[in-house]
């Protein structure tokens, strides 16, 4: 029993269904989702594929995977969504639509398959690979959000590659259109578009290169190897090579001798800048040992003093990281190489320069016991918080932070820096009596002011712990060492006041343990004023002190001077006191730099923070604040404490010095480097700000500016850096008001309102004036003034806000409607719009108390600049973000009162910008996206209130007309991209339903007839059908999943636009007449491929045609408007269908059954059906190129129907460019020219003008035929068909000469026919043939079903190669080879078959030349040019056959054809018209014969009569006469002798006495031509063929010895006895009997019959044929499917049908001359038919009486294998039979004499043939054929006769039989729809009851297309595999 599932309803199919195995079966395939309806109970469910919803039935329960899933709308229409992550649901439906594109990348194989190809497939699994990983449920929320983000930009990337739509996306994934205002969603539109320009979909991460510029690298030392010995300090820092400095601190990790790795590996380099990107930056590595002065390996000394001694240094460049602009995924390897310095420590501090220089002199490379240190880089962006948030692997594993050399670009908030970096830079020492230089160690310590040291304070290096001392590396024996040591002093604040650092001096001896202490200097950290140390280099001097003396109070040395800086300040000696003395022969030098946001080195600024010390100086000092760089300002962060302290001092006294002095260092934070710093601001204000009083002077000051801008030019600058700060002015004014009522219970309010309310005043009376020179102050206010809504909203604890929302939103109000609007710059309307921007954007336009202040003043102002064309971009901007807003908050109340306002105030200003506006461009889609907007915003009551509104029809019918012009233009215009679909089909729907609600205005106000408007209905019917026509709406042109998303969402609009048309037009009544114009409007809608929409309108013409009927009396509007519209729209724009001309004929056939102009009607229908059966076969041919054939004969179809039956001149005319557009690429000349004329012809020569067309200016009839006289006349030229040229030529000289008397032009026009009569006397042009094709069965196109075309060929074109091109238009249909005419059953079957057959001109001789003398090359074009009827013959034999003479009873069944028009014409064939049957005597076949024997050998011989020819060569004089006189092949006149000049002919047919009489005369007349011949061969003939005129003289003495006196041509004549037919005897001595099997050498074309007459039954028939170039065949088409004609054993080689299997090669066609012959052989014992190969050097023709036998070389038979072998069906080439190389040298080396006197052997046996020597004997080799099996009935019969398709020459080398796992199987092969690895599990038994619904018979295996066999599929992703069989469900 069936029932519907409950919580079974979404399943994923786990293995293939086939469901033809079970009733109402549903077959699936591995990867499918099914939607579950019903289940049985018994293992059966019944549902559908999601790939076909429509398609349903049932399947078993264990072949899906059921899933959970969200049921929407339960029941009949209920929808199943799978409960899945979003993104992960996207992967999977994108994965799917990509299939299908993707495979057709790899069909197409153009120009882009491998780039398209191969970079898809790897998205594609990049995205499984991601969907795996989100759906595995182990990651971490900002792992997910990572995934989701690259996923994303991959789908964005991949969709845009392959020309899919754009995904709007908000954080990533889809935007909901129901919850995204039609604003936002143009927005998200704009935002994926830049997001997807990113390359292989990988979101850019370097935009927050831009929007937070700062970067950092993370550098990590992944190992160390190291033979130094001792312990090791690495140091590791960032060097600019470019200007030569250090830009970072160091890294220092350390490693131990028997440590394997460093102690700290791992660094980060921070606050990275974009100038620092840009510079040359390299790794530094220094090296430095730690351990004994000189070092021994050896050595067992032990040491207890440990020195720090240089031993190395290598570098690493990172350039092209930094540059790199693509995320970094992965960390790049570096290897740095360390060079040491053991030999040469002295270059130690600049080897690293030395390296990257490459000065290789300056390395010592040789002694190098370091390898090298490994390292890992990568780059990183962002601030450290959102680093930590990205990367918490990184930092949880430890990591060290290593700061850049002075602040960053952008500092960060919280970034509070307190670091002093000093650089031992260098020293000079004095020798001090020795002869080697000193040991010198500084060792550094740092004292506070009162003396005492300061522990931990010395950062040698980033990963090592703080130190108290610094020792520095010593250098051996140097005098002049320069250490450039880096060290950090990290010291509190509040201890830098008087500190200093002490360098002491140490020598250390290499014998001596003690480092003895000899000298010392000293450093201030800051100076007496209170500045810090500056930075730069400075000199220390150098004191001199005991050995090891220790230092007592440092007092002592502190009143010396330290360096040059003190010489004037300090009040010790220059040159020291009593306890120490300066050495002026030592000098030390280090460098200082201070990075510190509370050390201030700025004088003035120390001043400042110090004003209580000189209060009279504050005035001073606060303005020089003003002219402190930006960067010492921001450092100091006491600054504005210090301001309001003073401000707190004396507010009157100094209120506006500190007012200044605020706004200077407001606008500072404001700078782009510094505004980050704002949140330390914002928090100083919030927590610290304590002036309690500083609201009063800062609102006066700012009131001031603001009545100062409007009087004073000069302080304009002044007023425009206070409004710049206005944000921060009115939170320090905010905030202190806070703290004052706080203090004081909120006392004074109302004098701060008051207060407050004067300063806004001030400010509205500034920006009503016009005045240029406060211009750039009115927009600095404008700008900022949106920022201090917040602050005056900020609410009193949890009481009420400093200001209420109304009376802010009346500070905006009157702010904005006093700007000034006339006479004022555009720069004041754009900050005015955006000040309103702002506002709508904050919290005033969220509530709907200020909102209602505020809106109609907004709108006013949009609407003036709409108005005026002013500002148009910020005008959407803020109609777009109020409406935007409005429909958010819809969804939370109502906003109708908003929305009445915006559509009564802006919505016919805004489809009036929308019409005067370029039609695409940003700005036309902001302005649709607002009015899409605005009418979804509206409601009845709105459109209801809008009619309400006009008071007159007039304004009304002027506002509908313009909103319908608006809707047309926007589903006309692309106003929007092609791929924002979303975009499109929201607006769509909008529009749909604005119409439906404009379309109950025109019924209730333009419909009654004293109402009624014409031009308002016309634009409604043209919108509709412009709406219905659109790209967006024609859902069968998208992919299925685009598809049904599109239905889902919004259904099919075309069938509600498609009834809302219906209801208004049956609304119409009598007045639908008015609107017979719009017929070809409807036609289109007609023609839109959906049925239900095709069964509404169709009916429509019936009503115009009723309409037009009574008004008329007939319907010829209707019907011309119906027949152009279809010629466009099927013809030339590929609409309508099959089903369409259907519905038509049947629909309107039914509503004129009851007509009284029934017949009438149903002749339109009728003549109308046809057309579209013409227009549709013309649309299909069209669209190939490669079908020539098909195109032009469907051409000719549509003129004959437009010139015949429509007498449609226009749409005739256009079909004639077009032939004439098909036949020039074609090189069909001829026939393009006779197009032309055609058209031609219909011109007069008349000035009456012309319209332009396809081809032609406007112009007159005259311009016009005389411009297609001279096109005609040039075709003509190249087509070589100068006979019809010549007219037109003469018809234009007489036009120029006695009508436009332009001589000019008639000379050029009598040259060009003058030539056209040389070309015609002296050029020989080449005989073409002629063929018939016939075409039977119904399923040929209409004009060529069962019909018979007559063909012009090309030069040197023949019946294979005709056949060959039909065929490849035709590639299903069969070769017609029986020799009878196909019976009515094979002409109505469904079934192709074409046969081509030569036929015969019968030319007729024009009447100029009746009974005249013409030249044989002007009679010659006649022969086979303007002739209409032709002839072609099949032998036969009635009565007995004479097997020694087969002239006797040889007849001929003749067909005559008549064409309808003569050949050439304006195609290459025309239909057969007239077919009629005769049959022949072989008396008249005899008179033919002769007759064009003799023509042929007169035409030889006047040829060579000529001047011209008599120096040339005459071997085709010579074969000519030797083909006559010594007539082997036919046996000449003797045979006619025999059958016809016997007594016994004359007395069995005594009515042929005139026919004998005539064959009498031809015989002698061919003895007169003979006779001339030969005498003519006498005179032309050289030496070496003097013989064969002997020879040639003896014979035709002796034919004309049988010749009477009397004129009977049978005296003493006597008659041979000939031989057996088949059977030859050689005479002795000659060479030996022939074998049936030799092939000729000419390539000519025979048949082969058996020696032995066999049953007909049990008769193999064979057939043998070659082709040569150059050979010509007259009696046959010499192709694959033709039957020859002349052959009399025609009837006794049909081929009969197999039964069993056919073996076929695989090449059979072309064969090249010397190449290969081909034997078809059937046999019946083997039920076989075979297709070999041979050859044809190994063969040669032996001539015989009448037939043709076939030997080898040798003369042997050959043995032929006809064991066929059985092959592979995926085997390639055929087997050729090789020759040998002794026949080829045999068959090179015979003279002519030897191959004349062997070809001229008399087979009849009246003669001895001449001694031929003999040959030497020659083995065939003639290995077995490869043979393709093929077991399809289908193909049989066809195979017998057809060519096998020519495989390309690198495939025939193959040789394997193995089949190849990517093609496709040949015909008759199947392959399952999907393979897969493991069985299915076994079926349930089938369901006992019948599924509530009736399913559709399933999918069968599909016979794959042979042609593309060659083609591999492509790789597919692997389908999930199930390793568990689902278990089977119990019986039913």
Known sequence: MWRPTTDKKFGVVIYNFNGSSVKHGLSLEIGETVQILEEDGQGWLRGFSTRNKNH?????????????????????????????????????????????????????????????????????????????????????????????????????????????????????????????????????????????????????????????????????????????????????????????????????????????????????????????????????????????????ENEKKKSDQVYRRPYGCGVASINDILSANIEQTDDIGQYVKIFNCVSSEHDFPSLHENIIKKQTSKLNVSNSQIHGIPLSVKMLHGDMNQLRKENPLLFSRGINIVRKLGFADVIMPGDARNDVYITIDRGEFEKGGKTAGKNVEVCMKVYDMEGKQIMDC????????????????????????????????????????????????????????????????????????????????????????????????????LKLPSGPADMMTAPGSVMGNNSYQRNLKENFFITTRVCSTKLPQNLDLVALLRWKDHPERIHHSLNKLTKIRGEDIVKCQDIIDTLFNILDEDTEAYGKPVFQALVYVIGILSDRRYQNLQTDLDTYIEKHFAGTLAHKPLMSNLKLCAEEAVHYADKQEHVKRAFRAIPYLFKFIIQSRLLYARATKAKEESVFKESLKCLFNAMNNMVQFGGDFMLQSQIMLLNNFSSTYDCLLHEIGSGPTVCTLKEVATYVKNLIDCVARENVSSELHSAKLRCILDTVNSRLFEERESRSILLSVFLNHVRMHLVLKQELKLCGEVLGDMLSSLQTMSRKHSVNGEVQLIVQTLLDNLLQTLLTIPRQGELTGQFVACLTCTLKLMREEHFRNLLNSFSDRKPLKEFITRIFIVFRELVK???????????????????????????????????????????????????????????????????????????????????????????????????????????????????????????????????????????????????????????????????????????????????????????????????????????????????????????????????????????????????????????????????AAFTLRTLAHSLQWSNKPLREDEEFPRQTEWQRKEALYQKIIDLFDKGQTWEQGIPLCKELAMQYESKAFDYAKLGKILRKQADFYEQIQNNTRMETDFFRISFYGLDFPTFLRNKSLVMRARVFERGDGILQMIQTEFPAALVWTQHQQPDEEVLQSHVQYIEVRKVNPIPEEPELFHDKTVPEKILKYYETNDVKKFYFDRPFHRGDKDPNNEFKSLWLDRTRLTISSTIPGILRWFEVVHTEKVEVSPLEHAIETMQKK?????????????????????????????????????????????????????????RDGILLDRLKKHILEQVDILDKGLRLHGELAPPDVKPLQAKLENMFASMKNTISAQGSPIAGHKTSTGNKLNQVVPPPGTIPPPSPFTPPDDGTTFKLSLQEPMEPSRRPVSTISTASTGSSDSTSSSGVGTIPEGDEDADELETPTPEGPVWVPREASPILPGNVGTITTYDNNSNSTLLMHLPSANFHKISTSSKTKIYTKDGSLPKV???????????????????????????????????????????????????????????????????????????REDLLQRKAPDIPQKKRNRRSNSVSPTRLAEPGAFLPATQLGEPAPPLPPKPSGKPNGVGVPSRQSVLLPAQHASKPLPPTPAAPQVRKPPPELPPS
């Open 56 to 296: 349903k039935g049932v399947f078993p329960s264990s072949y899906v995977h059921l899933k959970k899933c969200k049921v929407d709308n339960k029941g009949q229409y209920e929808t199943v969504t799978p409960v899945e992550d979003n993104i992960a649901l996207e992967i999977t439906s994108v994965l799917r639509e990509w299939g299908a594109i993707w495979k057709k990348f790899y069909l197409g194989k153009d120009d882009r398959f491998e780039r398209h190809y191969i970079t898809i497939r790897k998205v594609m699994l990049e995205l499984i690979d991601i969907r795996r990983q989100i759906m595995s449920g182990d990651r971490t929320q900002e792992q997910l959000t990572e995934l989701k983000r690259i996923a994303a930009g991959k789908i964005d990337w991949g969709n845009s590659q392959m020309g899919l739509d754009l995904v709007p996306r908000m954080e990533c994934e889809i935007a909901d259109v129901d919850k995204t205002s039609v604003v936002e969603l143009f927005k998200l539109h704009f935002q994926s578009r830049e997001d997807t320009r990113s390359t292989r979909g990988i979101l850019r991460k370097n935009k927050k290169r831009e929007s937070v510029p700062i970067h950092h690298l993370h550098c990590m030392v992944e190992k160390f190897e190291s033979n130094v010995g001792e312990d090791v300090e690495i140091f590791l820092s960032l060097y600019d090579a470019k200007e030569g400095i250090f830009i970072s601190e160091r890294f220092m990790t350390r490693k131990s001798k028997t440590e394997t790795k460093p102690s700290s590996h791992s660094a980060l380099y921070t606050d990275l800048g974009q100038a620092d990107l840009a510079r040359d930056l390299y790794v530094v590595v220094h090296v430095v040992r730690v351990g004994r002065m000189l070092f021994k």
């Open 458 to 557: 010395i950062s040698v290096g980033e990963g090592m712990p703080l130190k108290t001392d610094f020792q520095s590396v010593i250098y051996y024996h140097s005098n002049q060492p320069k250490w450039n040591e880096t060290v950090k002093l990290v010291i509190p604040p509040e201890k830098c006041q008087g500190s200093h650092v002490r360098f002491e001096f140490r020598h250390c001896s290499n014998r001596d343990a003690q480092k003895k202490l000899y000298a010392f200097g000293f450093m201030h950290l800051t100076r007496a004023d209170g500045a810090t140390i500056a930075d730069g280099t400075h000199e220390v001097f150098v004191y001199k002190c005991e050995e090891n003396h220790r230092f007592g109070s440092t007092h002592i040395y």
């Open 973 to 1231: 215009q692309d106003v929007f991209p092609q791929d924002w679909m979303v975009m499109r089909m929201v607006t769509n729907d909008v529009i749909l339903s604005a119409i439906q609600y404009f379309s109950q205005i025109l019924t209730s106000h333009f419909l009654l007839k004293e109402k009624f408007d014409n031009q308002l209905w016309s634009s409604f019917f043209n919108l509709s059908v412009s709406f219905l026509t659109q790209p967006s709406l024609q859902l069968e042109t998208f992919s299925e999943v685009k598809r049904n998303k599109i239905k889902d969402q919004y259904g099919d609009m075309r069938v509600l636009m498609g009834h809302e048309i219906e209801s208004m037009w049956h609304n119409l009544g009598d007045l639908r007449v008015s609107f017979l114009s719009l017929m070809g409007a409807f036609v289109e809608v007609t023609l839109v491929p959906e049925t239900e929409l095709r069964r509404t309108t169709l009916p429509f013409f019936f009503d115009m045609m009723q309409c037009e009927q009574k008004l008329k009396g007939n319907f010829r509007q209707v019907e011309s408007e119906i027949i152009d519209k279809l010629d466009l729209l099927v013809g030339a724009m590929n609409k309508g269908d099959e089903e369409y001309r259907t519905l038509f004929y049947s629909i309107l056939t039914e509503r004129l059954q009851n007509q009284p102009w029934k017949a009438t009607g149903l002749s339109f229908v009728s003549t109308v059906a046809r057309l579209l059966d013409t227009l549709l076969d013309y649309r299909s041919v069209m669209t190939r190129d490669d079908e020539k054939f098909k195109q032009m004969s469907c051409t000719m179809n549509i003129l004959k129907f437009y010139k015949d039956e429509l007498k449609k001149e226009d749409m005739y005319k256009r079909y004639i460019y077009k032939l004439h557009d098909l036949h020039v690429p074609e090189k069909n000349y001829t026939e």
């Open 1494 to 1550: 003799n023509k042929e050998l007169s035409c030889t011989i006047a040829t060579y009569t000529s001047e011209e020819y008599k120096n040339t060569s005459i071997n085709p004089l010579s074969m000519c006469l030797n083909g006559v006189i010594d007539a082997a092949v036919m046996g000449g006149i003797k045979k006619y002798q025999e059958a016809f000049f016997v007594p016994e002919y004359a007395a069995s047919h005594p």
């Open 1761 to 1835: 294998p006809y064991r066929p072998r059985q092959m592979s069906r995926m085997s390639s080439e055929p087997a050729l039979l090789q020759s040998s190389p002794t026949m080829s040298r045999a068959s090179s080396n015979e003279s002519f004499e030897e191959n004349t006197a062997r070809r001229s052997w008399d087979g009849s046996g009246t003669g001895q043939a001449p001694r031929i020597p003999p040959r030497p004997s020659v083995r065939l080799s003639m290995p077995e054929p490869r043979m393709t099996h093929l077991s399809s009935q289908s193909f």
